[in-house]
């Protein structure tokens, strides 16, 4: 009888957007006439900027006509969209990334996920505490993570490093020397980010110690603070130390589109010269077709000047939601993180509530949907995210009902 990857069956419960959605839903159902208003999930709500709809659009119409149908994407991305990313953002913050170190594909969260592949199955790998849950369970189900402790909520063979209020949100070198570390800054969840200085301490120690980072940069369109890096390859020496991840969902809209990509520089090598380059253009040639030909004309049409425009726009719009949660919820006595850089607020639970006391709190008493802070790890308990991708209604609308509580 055939058995299945055990690995997946140590990943604890459902993915933590699926319990609040379910969770959402039984209240909802139980509830019909409270009108419940969602800021879990980091989904936009905003529709896509017109520079993205009239490149859609026309592709679709080269798609239609025998002369410009075009079949399969090349599998790295097309060559049109390489060079404007290669141009617009990297180039221009005066990175040397060339368009072929850049991998396009469906969005950052397979990127993420799917990258550990190509590593050794021993790789120990290190992680923010609180952290985007794929990075830990991707590899849980690679089974690099060893045990799982329920009282700790823990993996035994995972080196958390945690990021809370009292370091700052700023992770501190490992006791022990990791394979892989993951740091995505601006934080999700903590809405917190690294000056330059501090990345290029990470981009110095991982060349010391030999490890590769991870960095995902997914939210690099919301940072304001000039001292914030948008990339990790403004670091000295980032080049042979480090992989970075962006989306096109955060900062274009593009969550129900599916676009981002992941630069893998050709200078990044294993300690017995093996280009990761090479290995992850040959993952994607046996695992991936390319994103969408019409996907990709839209993802180009973003580097315009309009789509610049409009996107700094959308942008502006979901950080004028989070400044008002900030000081909303400041004004309320709350602790509150994040928002400057990052479309997440991370605030203190009141009164030493937990995450999950929290979350049922606000939604019986308030009807506001958020996530609790002990679903993206141990470190992050008693701490709670909002985010400011809801509509400007809703948003004033919820604090103004936290407030009132
Ligand atoms: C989040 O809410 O953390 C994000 O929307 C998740 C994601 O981007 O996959």
């Given at each position: 009888m055939f058995r299945v990857n055990e690995n997946y069956l140590k990943l604890p419960g459902s993915y933590l957007f699926s319990t609040i959605a379910k969770k959402v839903g039984a209240y909802a159902a139980a509830h019909p006439e409270e009108s419940v208003i969602r800021l879990g999930i980091g989904d936009v709500t905003l529709p896509l900027p017109p520079a993205v709809i009239t490149a859609l659009h026309r592709a679709v119409d080269e798609m239609g006509a025998a002369e410009t149908f075009r079949g399969y994407a090349p599998d790295l991305g097309y060559e049109f969209l390489r060079k404007a990313i290669a141009e617009h953002d990297f180039a221009e913050r005066g990175c040397e990334i060339s368009p072929d170190e850049i991998f396009v594909s469906d969005g950052a969260k397979s990127d993420s996920a799917n990258i550990q592949e190509i590593f050794a199955a021993d790789s120990r790998i290190a992680v923010c505490d609180p952290v985007y849950p794929v990075y830990v369970d991707s590899n849980v189900m690679a089974g690099r993570t060893g045990s799982f402790d329920a009282d700790t909520r823990t993996w035994s063979d995972v080196i958390y490093m945690p990021c809370t209020a009292e370091n700052g949100f700023v992770p501190a070198f490992p006791e022990s020397r990791p394979d892989l570390i993951y740091l995505c800054f601006p934080n999700n969840p903590t809405g917190e980010a690294l000056t330059k200085a501090q990345l290029q301490d990470w981009v110095d120690y991982a060349n010391r110690e030999g490890c590769v980072i991870i960095f995902d940069a997914a939210y690099e369109a919301y940072i304001s603070r000039a001292d914030i890096p948008h990339s990790i390859y403004e670091c000295k020496g980032a080049q042979t130390c480090a992989i970075e991840l962006r989306s096109f969902s955060k900062n274009a809209g593009f969550t129900g589109l599916r676009l981002g990509y992941a630069v893998v520089p050709k200078a990044l090598r294993d300690?017995?010269?093996?280009s990761l380059h090479a290995l992850w253009a040959r993952r994607h040639g046996t695992k991936y077709n390319g994103a969408p030909y019409i996907v990709q004309r839209a993802g180009e049409a973003v580097y315009t000047p309009e789509g610049q425009e409009q996107v700094r726009e959308m942008v502006g719009f979901y950080m004028k939601n989070a400044a008002y949660i900030r000081t909303g919820l400041k004004e309320a006595g709350y602790e509150v993180y994040g928002g400057v850089d990052s479309p997440y607020v991370w605030l203190k639970t009141p009164g030493r509530m937990t995450s999950w006391e929290f979350f049922d709190y606000l939604l019986e008493k308030v009807h506001v949907v958020g996530t609790p802070g002990s679903g993206f790890g141990p470190s992050g308990e008693h701490y709670f995210r909002l985010t400011a991708f809801g509509t400007w209604e809703n948003t004033v609308c919820a604090v103004d009902r936290i407030r009132a509580l």
């Amino acid at each position: 009888m055939f058995r299945v990857n055990e690995n997946y069956l140590k990943l604890p419960g459902s993915y933590l957007f699926s319990t609040i959605a379910k969770k959402v839903g039984a209240y909802a159902a139980a509830h019909p006439e409270e009108s419940v208003i969602r800021l879990g999930i980091g989904d936009v709500t905003l529709p896509l900027p017109p520079a993205v709809i009239t490149a859609l659009h026309r592709a679709v119409d080269e798609m239609g006509a025998a002369e410009t149908f075009r079949g399969y994407a090349p599998d790295l991305g097309y060559e049109f969209l390489r060079k404007a990313i290669a141009e617009h953002d990297f180039a221009e913050r005066g990175c040397e990334i060339s368009p072929d170190e850049i991998f396009v594909s469906d969005g950052a969260k397979s990127d993420s996920a799917n990258i550990q592949e190509i590593f050794a199955a021993d790789s120990r790998i290190a992680v923010c505490d609180p952290v985007y849950p794929v990075y830990v369970d991707s590899n849980v189900m690679a089974g690099r993570t060893g045990s799982f402790d329920a009282d700790t909520r823990t993996w035994s063979d995972v080196i958390y490093m945690p990021c809370t209020a009292e370091n700052g949100f700023v992770p501190a070198f490992p006791e022990s020397r990791p394979d892989l570390i993951y740091l995505c800054f601006p934080n999700n969840p903590t809405g917190e980010a690294l000056t330059k200085a501090q990345l290029q301490d990470w981009v110095d120690y991982a060349n010391r110690e030999g490890c590769v980072i991870i960095f995902d940069a997914a939210y690099e369109a919301y940072i304001s603070r000039a001292d914030i890096p948008h990339s990790i390859y403004e670091c000295k020496g980032a080049q042979t130390c480090a992989i970075e991840l962006r989306s096109f969902s955060k900062n274009a809209g593009f969550t129900g589109l599916r676009l981002g990509y992941a630069v893998v520089p050709k200078a990044l090598r294993d300690r017995n010269g093996v280009s990761l380059h090479a290995l992850w253009a040959r993952r994607h040639g046996t695992k991936y077709n390319g994103a969408p030909y019409i996907v990709q004309r839209a993802g180009e049409a973003v580097y315009t000047p309009e789509g610049q425009e409009q996107v700094r726009e959308m942008v502006g719009f979901y950080m004028k939601n989070a400044a008002y949660i900030r000081t909303g919820l400041k004004e309320a006595g709350y602790e509150v993180y994040g928002g400057v850089d990052s479309p997440y607020v991370w605030l203190k639970t009141p009164g030493r509530m937990t995450s999950w006391e929290f979350f049922d709190y606000l939604l019986e008493k308030v009807h506001v949907v958020g996530t609790p802070g002990s679903g993206f790890g141990p470190s992050g308990e008693h701490y709670f995210r909002l985010t400011a991708f809801g509509t400007w209604e809703n948003t004033v609308c919820a604090v103004d009902r936290i407030r009132a509580l």
